[in-house]
């Protein structure tokens, strides 16, 4: 929240405080126990993706068999398939949304001009870059694949730091106020500015709490959204120190003896920060926290709730703390909340709720939909068995199987698993066919043909999730490849996963991309400097622009990601690189082109950041080249008659840079 949108003062002991965190606390539980209905769904997700299985009573013995014995024993094994398909879809989705320069581009929508457009996409990168948004976009993308449900909150951040020190300064006299002539020390404090602009938070599925009476895609339009978080006190403080929170000291006589917040854990193979087993014996580091908090957006009657007399809906922010009803780690269902800490209007235009939701399925009416791992998963267990039945058939064909007359031979002889031991015979068969003593079984590997079983499952499961080989980076084999075969694949092989991309760019980053415009217009009040971005760059190298409040005022849409790949950089400078060399053998279309641009635009593709160092710009006559600072290596424009033919002498230019006495180089 901003800082100039403060909370209003709700004691704890007044009717109007236990009316709004009862009427809170029920949408909470609500939302809370239709959600824990996908819990056990997400953590065979969890166990599924980091290819986890139950260790049964045999495998434990062959493990330590292994382990402590040193003889080899072969336990059952799960093929991690689900991640590498998860990970090869996630590639997919950050090289198409996070590849494009800038990851947010806009267009205006009512005739904005270029430069507005120019302003605004500066400004945003800059809040990506600095607001350290890329990772929380990476892990968006992958909640989506992995649990099929991917939430991000956003909010406008206003940093504040106090900068305090101790100075040695000249004593004042209080009676006279004159220097005394000693050093003291004393303790200053400057407020430092940091960071102005948005920040992103990912959402654990666990932790999000909609309203269920919607689809979770369609956020917008239910009456309240919520998610659960762990802050500190030191972040207590800090809000009720600017209005945010309030009833911190009530909150900090609730945490009684123990640290856990009642989050949910998901599977147990996640070991999630502030383990709830681990116990504190400090009760200072009790008091620090952290302190489970649920943030809930209602749009709600004013007049109904007795926050005011408008009797047209609004959206108000609710902080609450939690309260689990044990110090172990609990279901959501087992959680209440305890104190309201914060109560204040959204005051934001875009009058939205400040979440995003993406899913992996284009699905429009069930209230969630799958994530790769479940639809994967009568896949991933029949590969398993075919990988470890077929295993097993090669461990027991390895280990030669006998019909043997104990009563013939000395069986320690044949019990013995050293290489290369001999079987001797008892006194009694000296002289009889030792191929009657013992005989070998003859044993088939019944489980040859699951390995090619298991290409066909693989073969299914691409065409199931639309991550095929081309994907994965893989091109089929039989003879040499052409480029064009090459890109053809590739091309064909996406149109699946593209038409995920566009389906997660219209519900997820297009509602982020416009919320950011409209907090920045809202909130951004400064007049910085941005470095230019995107295609509206027109020559190679850095070039900065002003942006100011006014400059990005206006209507603006966000330009959608169409879900495919970005274009092969070099490919493209090569495209170039012919229709300049073309240019040359028709004057007429040179004449239409700035080639020195062009030029600049060719090397930048390329991979050449710095080809604007190397330019060299040409001083208009009488000038000299320290008169224009900043312009790059600037060469005085020869003056005086030109030779016959119109030709200038070379010899006679000054070039940058060149050593005296060297000549020139051309």
């Given at each position: 929240m901003p800082e100039d949108n403060i909370s209003l003062d709700l004691k704890p002991d007044t009717p109007l405080y236990k009316r709004v965190l009862e009427a809170v606390n029920r949408r909470y539980r609500l939302s809370s126990d239709r959600m824990s209905r996908l819990q056990s769904q997400w953590m065979k997700n969890e166990d599924q993706f980091i290819a986890w299985l139950p260790e049964r009573s045999i495998d434990e013995a062959r493990r330590y068999q292994r382990e402590r014995g040193g003889k080899p024993q072969y336990t059952t094994v799960v093929l991690p398939y689900t991640y590498a398909m998860l990970m090869s879809a996630h590639s997919y989705w950050t090289t198409v949304f996070l590849s494009r320069d800038p990851i947010f581009q806009y267009s205006g929508r009512h005739g904005e001009s270029v430069q507005q457009t120019q302003a605004l996409e500066a400004l945003i990168a800059y809040q990506v870059q600095v607001g350290r948004m890329l990772i929380p976009l990476y892990f968006w993308l992958l909640d989506v694949g992995k649990y099929g449900l991917g939430v991000i909150a956003n909010w406008w951040d206003e940093e504040v730091s106090p900068i305090t020190r101790y100075q040695e300064v000249d004593e004042i006299d209080e009676l006279f106020q004159i220097p005394t002539g000693r050093k003291i020390r004393k303790k200053s404090t400057e407020i430092v500015r940091g960071y102005s602009g948005n920040r992103l938070i990912n959402i654990r599925p666990y932790d999000y709490f909609p309203d269920p009476r919607v689809p979770l895609w369609d956020v917008q339009r239910g009456e309240f959204v919520g998610y659960f978080t762990e802050v500190t006190l030191n972040q207590l403080k800090r809000g009720e120190e600017q209005g945010r929170y309030i009833n911190i000291d009530y909150l900090r006589t609730q945490q009684k003896g123990g640290v856990s917040t009642g989050r949910v854990g998901g599977s147990p193979r996640y070991e999630m920060p502030n383990d709830p087993n681990f116990s504190l014996n400090y009760m200072d580091m009790i008091q620090t926290g952290p302190y489970g908090i649920v943030t809930m957006y209602v749009e709600l009657i004013p007049k109904e709730w007795g926050l005011g007399k408008g009797n047209y809906p609004e959206k108000w922010a609710f902080t609450c703390s939690t309260v689990a009803s044990s110090t172990s780690m609990v279901g959501s269902s087992n959680v209440s909340l305890g104190a309201l800490i914060g109560a204040q209007p959204l005051g934001s235009y875009h009058n939205k709720f400040p979440l995003h939701v993406m899913?992996?399925?284009?699905?429009?009416?069930?209230?969630?939909?799958?994530?790769?791992?479940?639809?994967?998963?009568?896949?991933?267990?029949?590969?398993?068995?075919?990988?470890?039945?077929?295993?097993?058939?090669?461990?027991?064909?390895?280990?030669?199987?006998?019909?043997?007359?104990?009563?013939?031979?000395?069986?320690k002889d044949f019990l013995d698993p050293g290489p290369g031991g001999g079987i001797r015979l008892k006194p009694a068969a000296y002289g009889t066919d030792v191929r009657e003593a013992l005989q070998q079984l003859q044993v088939t590997?019944?489980?040859?043909?699951?390995?090619?079983?298991?290409?066909?499952?693989?073969?299914?499961?691409?065409?199931?999730?639309?991550?095929?080989?081309?994907?994965?980076?893989?091109?089929?084999?039989?003879?040499?490849?052409?480029?064009?075969?090459?890109?053809?694949?590739?091309?064909?092989?996406?149109?699946?996963?593209?038409?995920?991309?566009?389906?997660?760019?219209?519900?997820?980053?297009?509602?982020?991309?416009?919320?950011?415009?409209?907090?920045?217009?809202?909130?951004?009040?400064?007049?910085?400097?941005?470095?230019?971005?995107?295609?509206?760059?027109?020559?190679?190298?850095?070039?900065?622009?002003?942006?100011?409040?006014?400059?990005?005022?206006?209507?603006?849409?966000?330009?959608?990601?169409?879900?495919?790949?970005?274009?092969?950089?070099?490919?493209?400078?090569?495209l170039w690189k012919e229709l300049m060399q073309g240019m040359q053998q028709l004057p007429q279309v040179a004449m239409q082109y700035d080639i020195g641009r062009i030029f600049a635009w060719v090397a930048q593709l390329a991979g050449l950041k710095n080809i604007n160092k190397f330019k060299i710009q040409v001083a208009p006559p009488g000038m000299m080249p320290n008169q224009m600072p900043g312009m790059g290596n600037v060469v005085p424009m020869p003056t005086g008659p030109r030779p016959p033919g119109g030709m200038q002498d070379l010899t006679r230019t000054i070039e940058p840079g060149q050593i005296p006495g060297m000549g020139t180089t051309g």
């Open positions: 899913e992996m399925e284009p699905e429009a009416y069930a209230f969630a939909s799958r994530g790769m791992p479940q639809i994967v998963d009568p896949i991933q267990r029949t590969m398993d068995w075919l990988l470890n039945s077929h295993m097993y058939n090669v461990r027991k064909v390895l280990n030669d199987q006998f019909v043997v007359d104990p009563s013939r031979i000395v069986m590997d019944v489980t040859a043909a699951h390995l090619r079983d298991m290409q066909f499952m693989d073969m299914f499961g691409q065409k199931t999730t639309g991550v095929n080989d081309q994907i994965m980076g893989q091109v089929d084999t039989g003879g040499r490849k052409t480029a064009v075969e090459v890109r053809s694949a590739s091309t064909f092989g996406i149109n699946r996963m593209k038409t995920i991309a566009e389906m997660q760019s219209a519900m997820g980053f297009q509602p982020l991309a416009e919320m950011l415009v409209a907090n920045s217009q809202q909130y951004y009040d400064q007049q910085q400097k941005f470095r230019i971005v995107g295609d509206l760059t027109l020559e190679a190298g850095q070039q900065f622009i002003m942006v100011s409040p006014e400059d990005i005022y206006g209507f603006f849409d966000f330009v959608p990601v169409d879900g495919t790949m970005p274009i092969d950089r070099y490919a493209q400078a090569n």
